[in-house]
């Protein structure tokens, strides 16, 4: 069975060697938390440049495009009223419909994008010390049975961790 | 003058939710004042104009619009610069912008709200607003697409939904905060709202992410939302409303009184929720710097309104305009071009940019101005348009007088219960732009 050990840190620079170190002896199941983003623990985390949530982004703002160009062809052509010889299907108006069917499926699907990547809604009992929400940088490393728990300690210990506490399992 | 300490990380936490979780009897009053008058002012009056039908406003036969579509798009106008400045800003990531941003927002959103309101009253039976939505009637019949008040409809519901989710987004992680901060009943609360927040690497890098899309879309929709306002005049053929300059005269116009509302707003919360250390002088200085640039900008536009008016040779025009400078609402448009054209230039002096009771007042001079602003173009082109047998007069009643008034205290009453359920400076951005905790720096 798998246990949590978490390391408090009250310094930045402390709390990313910490997590480098302990990765570096083969600890790959980390959790870094942090009041603030920091893009020095993302690398630590493994976190790239970019993000699926792009994907969903790109994904709503085109089927929005589509779909608002599609509401409005459809609207007009369902129940024909041609007026002063204009035509049916017009690209002016419709293209601002799609215009913004176009920003607000973008916006959906990024929200979507945002949960499906990011975990959240999140409610289970999971490893967190509430001092991360203010000024404390926190790594839960997570130790089975192949790992040395005693290790992962004396990592963090060496590491400058105000405190190092065993949180067990999750 | 005393040298500014910066606050440390769980300073920033304290102070931010103490405007939250400890509330004093000012604040009961100027709540239940606020509410009071919302009801008394607008709910009221609106009810009376329900029974006894649109006819207790002052339009009339050639003055269809009114206050009620003016203030509409005074509102508009104000929710602008709120996302829109804070989305720009996020992007060009200027860090100013981290103590105001969340109040910005806010005012974004709830004179969204308050317009909404409006398109309610003015549409005089309200319980077919729902005609307004993309749906088919019970013949089949859609709305008309090619009409810019279904671009509105679209564009205002879009602005909405995106300026819910820019600014709800934006706040998870202090929600979190509060949920830690709490107890009880409001701890169950707002572990719902924030999600389950860590603050785990995973987290924030997914949520910069969405934030930064959310703002990429956030800036063309707020330069279209009120380019279509604007369409809603601008696409009649009606004199001194049909020109091409509308849409950037609204965007610009729209900017201009959202960022005079922001000063207004800062000045209040920096005022009676003590926060002082974190809305400072260089936000008011960026702010009157940002006002001043949008001045000259809608001084120009005016200017150019004229010229095209008077460019174009149509007797039409040449009425409408005269109608507008000199007629019965000339000195309102003296005001207006007072108010937003010359009493912002004092703001090119640093002295009156940096004093905050100074900037407090320009403010609101600036947004009375716009509010005029928004009344002469409703007020001075359906009466006047074309040949005098169909020039009218359009004069607001004590109905929609009243509706005015108390629109601003829904605004108020919004704001109010907003900065006791959201932390209104946000937490964990202001501490991005304090010193790092790093060993060597201290």
């Known amino acids: 069975m798998a246990s949590n050990i978490l ?80 035509s049916i299907i017009t690209f002016p108006p419709f293209l601002v419909i799609a215009y913004e069917m176009t920003i607000l499926l973008g916006v959906l699907f990024t929200l979507l994008g945002f949960h499906v990547v990011s975990g959240l809604p999140a409610w289970r009992d999971v490893p967190y010390v509430e001092d991360t929400n203010v000024d404390r940088f926190s790594v839960v490393v997570e130790v089975d049975e192949k790992s040395d728990p005693e290790a992962a300690r004396r990592i963090l210990d060496e590491g400058g961790a105000d405190e190092v506490r065993d949180l067990g399992e999750y | 003058m005393a040298e500014y300490q910066e606050p440390t990380y769980a300073e920033v936490n304290r102070d931010v939710l103490r405007t939250m979780l400890v509330t004093g009897p000012k604040y009961w009053t100027a709540l239940g004042i606020s509410m009071t008058v919302a009801v008394v002012c607008f709910f009221g009056p609106w009810f009376y104009q329900i029974h006894v039908g649109v006819g207790a406003a002052g339009m009339n036969r050639s003055a269809f619009w009114g206050t009620y579509l003016s203030n509409f798009i005074f509102w508009i106008g104000l929710s602008h610069s709120g996302t829109l400045l804070s989305a720009v800003l996020h992007i060009t990531q200027s860090s100013w912008r981290k103590a105001i941003y969340r109040s910005a927002e806010a005012m974004t959103l709830f004179s969204l709200v308050t317009a909404a309101f409006f398109v309610m009253v003015h549409v005089g039976r309200v319980w077919f607003v729902h005609w307004n939505f993309p749906v088919p009637n019970q013949m089949g019949l859609w709305p008309n697409f090619r009409s810019p008040l279904m671009f509105d409809v679209m564009a205002v519901t879009t602005y909405l939904t995106a300026s819910s989710i820019f600014i709800y987004m934006g706040s998870v992680p202090d929600f979190a905060a509060v949920r830690d901060a709490s107890t009880g009943m409001r701890r169950r609360l707002y572990t719902i709202f924030s999600f389950g927040w860590r603050g785990t690497q995973k987290e924030w890098h997914t949520l910069g992410w969405a934030y930064t899309f959310f703002a990429v879309f956030v800036i ?119 108010f937003c054209a010359l009493v912002p230039l004092l703001m090119l002096f640093g002295k009156i940019r940096k004093n905050w009771r100074y900037m407090f007042i320009i403010s609101i001079l600036i947004n009375i101005g716009m509010l005029t602003e928004r009344f002469l173009i409703v007020a001075t082109s359906q009466p006047r348009k074309f040949l005098p047998d169909a020039f009218g007069f359009y004069f607001p009643s004590p109905v929609e007088i009243s509706i005015t008034v108390g629109s601003f205290a829904i605004f108020t009453t919004l704001f109010l219960v907003f900065v006791k359920w959201v932390p209104c400076v946000s937490i964990y951005e202001v501490k991005e732009t304090l010193q790092p905790l790093r060993k060597r720096a201290t």
């Open chain 1, 7 to 86: 390391g408090l840190f009250r310094y930045e620079e402390d709390f990313i060697d910490a997590a480098e170190r302990l990765k570096s002896a083969g600890y790959d199941e980390l959790t870094l938390m942090s009041p603030i983003p920091l893009h020095d623990a993302e690398k630590v985390a493994g976190l790239g440049k970019s993000s699926p949530v792009r994907r969903f982004s790109l994904a709503g703002a085109l089927l929005g495009a589509f779909g608002g160009f599609a509401l409005a062809t459809f609207s007009a052509t369902v129940f024909l009223l041609p007026t002063g010889g204009r």
């Open chain 2, 220 to 338: 063309p929709l707020a330069v279209s939302v009120h380019s279509i306002v604007s369409w809603d005049f601008a696409m009649s053929i009606v004199p001194s409303l049909h020109q091409t300059i509308f849409a950037p005269y609204f965007v610009c116009g729209a900017i201009y009184s959202g960022t005079a509302g922001i000063v207004s707003v800062m000045f209040l919360l920096r005022k009676f929720l003590g926060l002082e250390r974190y809305i400072r002088e260089i936000h008011l200085d960026n702010l009157g710097k940002l006002l001043i640039t949008l001045s000259l900008i809608w001084t120009y536009i005016n200017i150019m309104e004229v010229f095209t008016g008077w460019f174009s040779g149509s007797s039409f025009e040449y009425e409408a305009m005269k109608f507008r400078m000199f007629g019965f609402y000339g000195p309102l448009y003296w005001e207006m071009l007072l």
